[in-house]
């Protein structure tokens, strides 16, 4: 009889072992089985969140209208970002991404520059004057500032082989010449205010920068009002600085569109900003190699490069300078004679989303 027991007893220990077994066997497989199934609907649900954000993409460049986009390319006196972005292919990318094809106007003239973007030749002014937005804004166009380009008021300067010319009171009847309507001239306004004079007590000539640059070379000219490489070329040939924009100009770049434009194209708008993010991450990130690319686009040495980069800020953001910046442009103006009307500067801004 105990021997009976004891092997039913084991009979019975050994049946509860196996049941054990078995039972860890099918949690294990459930386990792998639901882990597999997890993965597989994760992976699913990833692939559809692509497709959808393509389809968003796609839908987004379908719904703007748009299978090309027109920017200003300007490369004087020193626009850093335009060459490095074209350079790089930054716009084509982030736009061709979108089924839009990016195209460039180079467009000098701040007055050519306004008019494209108001019939629509060109959407994107990629650099533009202060003082052509506010001309333009004061005649009544559509046109709004999406973020800054560049500030650079070192990079402006008056020019002279005359080195007695260290005053604005030296400066009364002599021959100046620069383009109207600029920087270059703000800057000799604001010069001569600080003596209480104008431009009526200089004998001002409307002229480009290249050309009083030869003016200043050949001798019909006192004073140059120069920019960039022009203003490096007469530094290095010992010309006489009579005054820079430091303390008397911000000499703002902005980038604008139309207000028209954005309200249609508001992706297309952010997307731009993800660009301009990209070009100064480029240019943080790969320092010589940006001189190099402006060097050899610009025809200089890669050390003029350097010396004049110093005298740029290149940040995109808006800040309250700049838009005081702004206003005594346009009060500038104003008290030139150069516009009518004050422009409302407040809405002249965008606010981006």
Do not use: W
Not at 57 to 81: G, I, M, Q, R
Not at 109 to 130: E, F, N, R
Request: hydrophobic share 45%; charged share 25%; net charge negative.
């Amino acid at each position: 009889m105990k021997k009976m027991i004891a092997l039913l007893t084991a009979v019975s220990m050994t049946a509860a072992s196996l049941a054990a077994c078995g039972s860890q066997t099918a949690e294990t497989t459930g386990a792998a089985e639901t882990e597999a199934a997890e993965t597989e609907e994760a992976a699913a649900k990833t692939e559809a969140e692509e497709t959808e954000a393509q389809g968003e993409t796609e839908a987004e460049a379908v719904a703007s209208d748009l299978d090309k986009l027109v920017f200003t390319y300007v490369t004087s006196p020193l626009n850093v970002p335009s060459i490095v972005e074209k350079d790089q292919g930054i716009f084509a990318d982030t736009f061709g991404d979108m089924g839009i094809s990016v195209e460039y106007a180079e467009i000098t003239s701040g007055a050519d520059q306004t008019q494209a973007l108001a019939s629509g030749d060109v959407q994107v002014l990629y650099a533009v004057g202060a003082t052509s937005v506010i001309l333009s804004a004061a005649n009544g166009a559509d046109i709004k500032v999406v973020d800054m380009y560049s500030r650079s008021p070192g990079a402006f300067c008056l020019y002279s082989k005359d080195e007695s010319l260290t005053s604005p009171e030296s400066l009364a009847g002599k021959t100046i010449a620069g383009p109207v309507g600029t920087n270059l001239h703000e800057l000799l306004a604001a010069y001569l205010a600080t003596a209480d004079m104008t431009i009526d007590d200089v004998d001002y000539v409307n002229m480009s920068i290249p050309d009083a640059l030869a003016g200043l070379e050949g001798g019909s000219l006192d004073v140059a009002m120069l920019a960039g490489p022009t203003a490096y070329q007469a530094e290095q040939a010992g010309y006489h600085l009579v005054a820079d924009g430091e303390g008397l100009i911000d000499a703002d770049i902005a980038v604008a569109v139309t207000g028209a434009f954005y309200e249609e194209h508001p992706e297309i708008v952010a997307k731009l900003v993800e660009a301009q993010e990209k070009i100064a991450s480029f240019m943080a990130e790969n320092e010589e190699e940006t001189m190099e690319i402006v060097a050899n686009t610009l025809d200089l040495d890669v050390q003029a490069v350097k010396d004049m980069y110093k005298d740029y800020d290149f940040s995109i953001e808006v800040t309250d300078k700049d838009r005081e910046g702004f206003r005594k442009t346009a009060d500038f103006m104003l008290e030139s004679d150069m516009i009518e009307t004050m422009p409302d500067l407040d809405s002249l801004f965008l606010e981006l989303q």
